[in-house]
């Protein structure tokens, strides 16, 4: 009995699952009822006029218009740069280094640093032993071919007188040969002594002493002290000697560098990286600190084969033309290559990116003054120009002047 009370609930009570499903049921028509009465009645239909903008968009009012500009995307070709440093050398190809053809004691300087030179002026002075040595040589040659000639002149005249015995048959023909035979020996001896003095004559002339000054040593007067000449016309460059100075003949510093400077060398330490980003015949801009305003430019027309172990930086060179000698060797120089690219480019005006960290977007202007934020991607910067390499098509507008005022706007709001 007790178990058939139970199981015979009393008519019109409800079990505990259906009561907790009414529940559920009620809270959910509630929350539709509410939903339902908070949207506008205008948001049932809306029209092309009224619609909002979407999430990450809003329209500015006439007044905020006012205060923005908006321009459109282009094309335009991109420059890309690359910013080193790098100095003012001498063009190689274009100076000489002087050295002394023999050791000795520098007795007096005669050019001095940044001096206009002709050929043949007169650098340095210097006494040296192989100077007296070969100017000793040269006074025995010359003696020795006065001598040759004497007996050359004597061999001549003995040889006519046998010659006219021998026509008139007072002479025999072998006194007549044996003549002959000294006068041969005579002129051998003359053309040897001619071609020693001269050899000893190009000896002075490489070690500096002009031909009038040989004249003089024929009078026997030698003078220890001889005068180094320019080898060519141009500036001095560097001058490393001084008076009282001993100096050497070996493989040191030169006495003197003469060059050419109406053409410098750009000299470029261009880091590794970059290094696949630039060509034979690029062009290049610097700037140098005693010309700040003034740009100059050149071609590379040299591009190192090995890169510096120590510095990782590979030398690049450009050839700099200079009439004025306003670049002066070993100037530091600010630099700029100039990758030229042949392609077009989409592109935004600088101030119209808006630049957070890593992320860059731009505010697109769509009708209606409706504005819509887009992230791009950014490429090269370019003077006033900024290239975007995804993210806007050609075409559409984005508010360049203003598009900080309209970022801060939303931000806050």
Same mark, same amino acid.
Request: proline share 6%; glycine share 10%.
């Given at each position: 009995m007790t178990a058939s009370h139970h199981s015979d609930p009393t008519p019109g009570r409800?079990?505990?699952?259906?009561? %907790?499903?009414?529940?559920? &049921?009620?809270? #959910?028509? &509630?929350? =539709?009822?509410?939903?339902?009465?908070? =949207?506008p009645a205008t948001a049932a239909a809306p029209t092309s006029e009224t619609a909002p903008p979407p999430e990450? *968009?809003?329209?500015?009012t006439e007044a905020q218009m006012a205060a923005v500009t908006s321009e459109p995307v282009e094309q335009r070709q991109f420059f890309e740069e690359i910013v080193t440093e790098g100095k003012i050398g001498v063009d190689e190809y274009q100076a000489t280094p002087v050295f002394?053809?023999?050791?000795?004691?520098?007795? &007096?300087?005669?050019?001095?640093?940044?001096?206009?030179?002709?050929?043949g002026q007169r650098l340095f002075s210097i006494q040296a032993n192989e100077m007296v040595q070969a100017q000793n040589d040269y006074?025995?040659? #010359?003696n020795v071919l006065n001598k040759g000639r004497s007996q050359l002149a004597f061999a001549q005249a003995a040889e006519k007188r046998q010659r006219d015995l021998y026509e008139n048959r007072v002479t025999t023909l072998r006194e007549l040969q044996t003549v002959q035979n000294d006068l041969n020996s005579a002129t051998n001896d003359a053309k040897t002594a001619e071609v020693g003095l001269e050899a000893v004559r190009n000896r002075l002339r490489i070690l500096g002493l002009r031909d009038e000054e040989?004249?003089?040593?024929? +009078?026997?007067?030698?003078?220890?002290?001889? *005068? !180094?000449? &320019?080898?060519?016309?141009?500036?001095? !460059?560097?001058? +490393? %000697?001084?008076?009282?100075?001993?100096?050497?003949?070996?493989?040191?510093?030169?006495?003197?560098?003469?060059?050419?400077?109406?053409?410098?060398w750009l000299i470029v330490q261009l880091r590794e990286a970059d290094l696949a980003r630039i060509e034979m015949g690029g062009r290049l801009q610097f700037?140098?600190?005693?010309?700040?305003?003034?740009?100059f430019e050149g071609r590379i027309n040299f591009i190192g084969s090995s890169v510096d172990p120590a510095t990782r930086r590979?030398?690049?060179?450009?050839?700099?033309?200079?009439?004025?000698?306003?670049? +002066?060797?070993?100037?530091?120089a600010s630099v700029r290559i100039i990758n030229e690219r042949e392609n077009l480019s989409t592109a935004v005006p600088r101030a119209a990116v808006v630049l957070e960290g890593p992320r860059?977007? =731009?505010?697109? #202007?769509?009708?209606?003054?409706?504005?819509?934020?887009?992230?791009?991607?950014?490429? %090269?910067?370019?003077?006033?120009? %900024?290239?975007?390499?995804?993210?806007?098509?050609?075409?559409?507008r984005v508010i360049s002047r203003g598009s900080l005022f309209v970022d801060r706007m939303v931000t806050r709001g």
């Open positions: 409800l079990g505990r699952p259906a009561q %907790i499903a009414i529940l559920v &049921a009620c809270a #959910l028509a &509630a929350l =539709v009822a509410w939903r339902w009465q908070s =949207v990450a *968009a809003f329209r500015l002394s053809p023999y050791p000795g004691r520098v007795v &007096a300087i005669f050019a001095r640093t940044g001096d206009q030179v002709r050929q006074l025995a040659a #010359l040989m004249l003089n040593l024929q +009078k026997g007067a030698i003078n220890p002290e001889t *005068a !180094i000449n &320019a080898p060519l016309s141009g500036t001095i !460059i560097q001058r +490393k %000697i001084g008076p009282g100075q001993y100096v050497t003949t070996g493989g040191g510093e030169p006495s003197y560098i003469i060059g050419d400077l109406s053409k410098v700037r140098v600190l005693s010309h700040p305003d003034r740009v590979i030398t690049v060179r450009a050839d700099i033309d200079n009439p004025q000698r306003l670049l +002066k060797p070993e100037m530091y860059a977007s =731009v505010w697109v #202007l769509k009708p209606g003054n409706v504005v819509e934020n887009r992230r791009v991607r950014t490429g %090269i910067i370019d003077g006033g120009n %900024i290239e975007i390499l995804d993210g806007l098509t050609l075409g559409e």
